[in-house]
Every structure is written in C-alpha cells, then in structure tokens.
C-alpha cells in the first residue's frame, strides 16, 4: 500500500488469560489473529503449552488504511478438526492515533474477548505502535534518521498563501541545543507580516 493512503501499525501480540472453550479451560494451541479486514490480517503462532495462559510475544506487521476506525483482535484455537474462534475484542483505531502524544508511542493494551454468543471470555494484552518511516525530508535533503526522530528547526514548513525564500525557514525555537525527540502540541505560524493602514 501507498504511505499516502495507510501506516504501519507494529503490533506485539503478548499473551492471553483465562481462555475457555464451551466453559472448559482451553488445553493448548491458542493462537492469535489481528485482522483489519477479512483479506488484511496477520497470525501468531499457535502456544502448544500454554492452555489457558498462552504466550506468543511475537510482533506482526499490517497496514491501516487512513479510513480504517477499528482492529478485530481474535483468539482461536487449532485443532485436528480445523481452527476454532475462542474470542474476539474491537481495538478502535482512536486507542493508538489521535490523541496528543506522538504516533510511534508504545501503548500497553489490554481486551477483554468475547465469545460468539458475546459473553466474556478473557483477556488478550498487545503492545501497538505506528511505525515511522526510516527516512525524513528536511532542507537539509533526505536524511537517515531513527524511528523515535522527529524533523528538527532546520525543516523547511510550506504553508498555504505564504511563500518562503531559500534562507527563510520557519520552525520551533529550541535555542542553542540540539533537537533530537518528538514535539507535540506546539503550534508553528507563519510570521506575522505587519500592515500599514
């Protein structure tokens, strides 16, 4: 998919708790699904120990359309008959983007699944982050940057109706150090053109 049009969610599938299966504890073989549609989805392995307390910490790549509003995360079970739902819980999209701290954040989250008939039947915990792209435009040219690096003073902003020269730049003062990390929440105007009257 185009960069445009999705991002990268890196998603840590950690573990589940107190699975069941028909009101029994499930005996082994849980794994897990994090789908955004029925054609985009990943998969863990299956736990062939862990029964009801299975454990994966496996990290599954997949794109989010812009559009998208939620995640299925889903448990099931793999047995000789073919793959059997234990669970599934809705990760709305607004838990991992659009609040005012930085996209690539780590967030701990935990679902409770529900079951077909929609009761509850445990817990499954994942870590989520957006995933940034490796490199960064700046006017300084494209650079090779770190997954938790932001653009620094010396980027170059285009703001609609207003047109910088070559060695006008507008950015965030940050003094004589040097930025390196995320700013958040930090409005940046163009300046302010007086007018006579």
């Given at each position: 998919?185009?960069?445009?049009?999705?991002?990268?969610?890196?998603?840590?599938?950690?573990?589940?708790?107190?699975?069941?299966?028909?009101?029994?504890?499930?005996?082994?073989?849980?794994?897990?699904?994090?789908?955004?549609?029925?054609?985009n989805?990943?998969?863990?392995?299956?736990?062939?120990?862990?029964?009801?307390?299975?454990?994966?910490?496996?990290?599954?790549?997949?794109?989010?359309?812009?559009?998208?509003?939620?995640?299925?995360?889903?448990?099931?079970?793999?047995?000789?008959?073919?793959?059997r739902?234990?669970g599934?819980?809705?990760?709305?999209?607004?838990?991992?983007?659009?609040?005012?701290?930085?996209?690539?954040?780590?967030?701990?989250?935990?679902?409770?699944?529900?079951?077909?008939?929609?009761?509850?039947?445990?817990?499954?915990?994942?870590?989520?982050?957006?995933?940034?792209?490796?490199?960064?435009?700046?006017?300084?040219?494209?650079?090779?940057?770190?997954?938790?690096?932001?653009?620094?003073?010396?980027?170059e902003?285009?703001?609609?109706?207003?047109?910088?020269?070559?060695?006008?730049?507008?950015?965030?003062?940050?003094?004589?150090?040097?930025?390196?990390?995320?700013?958040?929440?930090?409005?940046?105007?163009?300046?302010?053109?007086s007018?006579?009257?």
């Open positions: 998919m185009n960069i445009s049009s999705s991002r990268t969610l890196e998603i840590r599938v950690l573990s589940a708790e107190d699975l069941r299966i028909g009101g029994r504890s499930v005996k082994k073989n849980a794994f897990a699904i994090v789908k955004v549609d029925p054609v989805y990943q998969g863990t392995k299956a736990d062939p120990v862990g029964g009801s307390y299975p454990t994966w910490d496996e990290i599954l790549e997949i794109n989010l359309p812009l559009g998208a509003t939620s995640l299925t995360l889903e448990v099931q079970r793999r047995t000789s008959s073919g793959d739902l234990i599934a819980a809705n990760l709305p999209v607004s838990d991992i983007i659009g609040d005012y701290t930085p996209e690539n954040y780590l967030r701990f989250l935990s679902y409770i699944l529900k079951d077909t008939a929609g009761k509850k039947n445990g817990i499954i915990n994942v870590s989520v982050r957006v995933k940034m792209p490796k490199q960064v435009c700046s006017s300084l040219g494209k650079r090779n940057v770190s997954d938790s690096a932001a653009c620094s003073s010396d980027a902003l285009k703001v609609a109706g207003f047109k910088s020269s070559p060695t006008q730049k507008i950015g965030i003062p940050i003094g004589e150090r040097k930025f390196e990390g995320a700013v958040t929440g930090v409005p940046v105007w163009p300046p302010i053109i007018k006579s009257w």
